[in-house]
T-cell receptor
Framework: QQQVKQSPQSLIVQKGGISIINCAYE??????FPWYQQFPGKGPALLIA?????SEKKEGRFTISFNKSAKQFSLHIMDSQPGDSATYFC????????????FGAGTQVVVTP | ETGVTQSPTHLIKTRGQQVTLRCSSQ?????VSWYQQALGQGPQFIFQ???????GRGNFPPRFSGLQFPNYSSELNVNALELDDSALYLC?????????????FGSGTRLTVV
């Protein structure tokens, strides 16, 4: 079963707009929540990550919001640019699973000029 | 500092054949994980090697096997290929056995089984 559920499946946003991608999880043992960005023909690249003791983390135009009680976290892309057009994956891991990351199904983001 | 390199980039195999995919980890990384990414899906964990020992395995059948070499490079072997094995196979390396240090992914090997 999918342990991390991601929505929406796809997203179209105008240049300068805000892209919001949401993820939900069930396993309360998860303690690390990264977001990856993937361009066609490339592997995923780590964008930003958060731990559950923090409610928000910002790096440049990218912000993660984390709601531990709701078991949800989201990625906000501010001032979206055409170069941000990619597929974004949320993921989660727990300390007992060593290197196993549970990925969401991905969100394809298209930023129109 | 070189990143993670995978070879080959593309591969076409016939059902029932065997395939070996290769991965060179990033300099300074001692852990390699393999993921399978079907079209339009998120990557699925196959297994991980930490200092040449396998320390984690996902829900994949035994015909998926691998190893890690003393230089921390790695191979993924798949026997008795099935059509559903067609996917992008990703290798990721990290500085320790935990995902919490952040993975560096390679660009993957696109395997097509016909």
């Amino acid at each position: 079963q999918q342990q991390v559920k991601q929505s929406p499946q796809s997203l179209i946003v105008q240049k300068g707009g805000i892209s919001i991608i949401n993820c939900a999880y069930e396993n309360t043992a998860f303690d690390y929540f990264p977001w990856y960005q993937q361009f066609p023909g490339k592997g995923p690249a780590l964008l930003i990550a958060i731990r559950p003791d923090v409610s928000e983390k910002k790096e440049g135009r990218f912000t993660i919001s984390f709601n531990k009680s709701a078991k949800q976290f989201s990625l906000h892309i501010m001032d979206s640019q055409p170069g941000d057009s990619a597929t974004y994956f949320c993921a989660a891991s727990n300390p007992d699973s060593w290197g196993k990351l549970q990925f969401g199904a991905g969100t394809q983001v298209v930023v129109t000029p | 500092e070189t990143g993670v390199t995978q070879s080959p980039t593309h591969l076409i195999k016939t059902r029932g054949q065997q395939v070996t995919l290769r991965c060179s980890s990033q300099s300074g990384h001692n852990t390699v994980s393999w993921y399978q990414q079907a079209l339009g899906q998120g990557p699925q964990f196959i297994f991980q090697y930490y200092r040449e020992e396998k320390n984690g395995r996902g829900n994949f059948p035994p015909r998926f096997s691998g190893l890690q070499f003393p230089n921390y490079s790695s191979e993924l072997n798949v026997n008795a290929l099935e059509l559903d094995d067609s996917a992008l196979y990703l290798c990721a390396s990290s500085r320790s056995g935990s995902a919490n240090y952040g993975y560096t992914f390679g660009s993957g090997t696109r395997l097509t089984v016909v």
